[in-house]
């Protein structure tokens, strides 16, 4: 693999609505687009859209860091994705977005150069269809209940709720009306983002059990792996981690101490799908499962996280990946959900491009080109 030019893009996407959790309300993502492009006219695109409470780098580190990366990278051949891989790592070190956004565009690079899409070249015997799961939105009870009706209309079997930006009370009474909206094979998940202490999540749990909880993400804050450890051993609900994870180190930690029972996989987090599927398999010999999800990227950065989905083993968890209409304006066509299941695109690599016309509208600044 041959990179005779890379072109990197600030990038920001308004969001359709406010989105309040507990690390605060997200009106836009801001970051950076790349795309490298091989000798054989390949091109392969990657995002990087840092979000605060994950321990990532700010939104113009990331773009300064694939500026280094993007230099670096033309004019280089690599014997194989893991040579090209490793290239990046020294000026992507401390920005694990961008090194995400490149790691997707080798990838995307290297299954179209093979002529397959992305997750048959980290496993040829993936999955054709992702579960997913839907996010509801909704500020108090009425409103919630309607959105867990609709979501379960549109064909979704498991519904996600945030929980924490309000007093354990209401949320209780949110989880409830959601709870009560949908028959009781519909699976309820729920997601703290890390609002509690030990002593206000123990009592949310007990009192929260009886609606039925699939499970409940990162009801502790990300760095108390202690805490989620002892929580995790008598609480009558399921423990994932999410910003508990975020790099390979930080996802044995939890393993050595059975601090989850699931971890979440956010690849765009976690600097790309190689580490991920490292993190994948780390959990498979420990017995602790898996889902993956979106970071609320633009559909192209789902597309990535669809891939990765769909080359792992099959999981009971069904995949956060049905954000896109979270999204004001987009940089490519939001990929289709049938019945609750998002099928991996046709074609080779990633499955999608970023449209020209959302590009220029989503542009935040000037395009730097490098090329041989």
Not at 56 to 67: G, I, P, R
């Amino acid at each position: 693999m041959r990179i005779v030019r890379a072109d990197v893009t600030p990038i920001a996407l308004a969001l359709a609505a406010p989105l309040t959790t507990a690390h605060g309300t997200l009106h836009a993502r801001t970051g950076a687009l790349v795309s490298l492009t091989a000798e054989s006219g390949a091109k392969g695109w990657g995002e990087a859209l840092p979000l605060a409470g994950f321990g990532l780098e700010a939104a113009n580190t990331a773009l300064s860091s694939l500026l280094l990366v993007a230099e670096a990278l033309v004019g280089t051949t690599h014997r194989d994705l893991d040579s090209a891989l490793d290239a990046a790592i020294p000026q992507t070190a401390a920005a694990p977005s961008a090194r995400a956004a490149v790691d997707f565009a080798l990838h995307d690079l290297a299954a179209q150069e093979a002529g397959t899409d992305l997750a048959a070249l980290l496993n040829p015997t993936r999955r054709s269809q992702v579960e997913l799961c839907a996010l509801l939105a909704g500020d108090d009870a009425a409103a919630l209940a309607k959105a867990a009706d609709s979501a379960v209309r549109r064909g979704f079997r498991t519904l996600k709720l945030k929980l924490g930006s309000v007093d354990l009370d209401t949320d209780v009474e949110r989880v409830g009306a959601a709870r009560a909206a949908v028959r009781s094979e519909t699976k309820l998940r729920l997601d703290a983002n890390g609002a509690w202490g030990r002593a206000t999540a123990a009592e949310a749990l007990e009192r929260l059990a009886r609606f039925d909880i699939e499970l409940i993400e990162q009801p502790l804050e990300a760095e108390d792996v202690a805490g989620l450890a002892q929580l995790r051993s008598r609480s009558p609900i399921a423990i994932a981690v999410d910003e508990s994870i975020r790099d390979e180190s930080t996802a044995r930690r939890l393993l050595d101490a059975a601090a989850a029972d699931v971890l979440v996989l956010k690849p765009a987090a976690l600097g790309g799908l190689r580490p991920a599927l490292r993190i994948a398999e780390a959990a498979r010999r420990s017995g602790v499962d898996l889902l993956v999800t979106s970071f609320l990227d633009s559909s192209l950065g789902i597309a990535a996280a669809l891939q990765c989905a769909a080359a792992m083993p099959e999981t009971p968890y069904a995949a956060g990946l049905a954000t896109a209409e979270l999204l004001a304006i987009d940089l490519a066509a939001p990929l289709p959900i049938e019945k609750g299941t998002m099928p991996v695109p046709p074609g080779a690599g990633l499955g999608l491009v970023p449209d020209a016309a959302a590009l220029r509208r989503c542009s935040n600044g000037p395009t730097r080109e490098f090329r041989t």
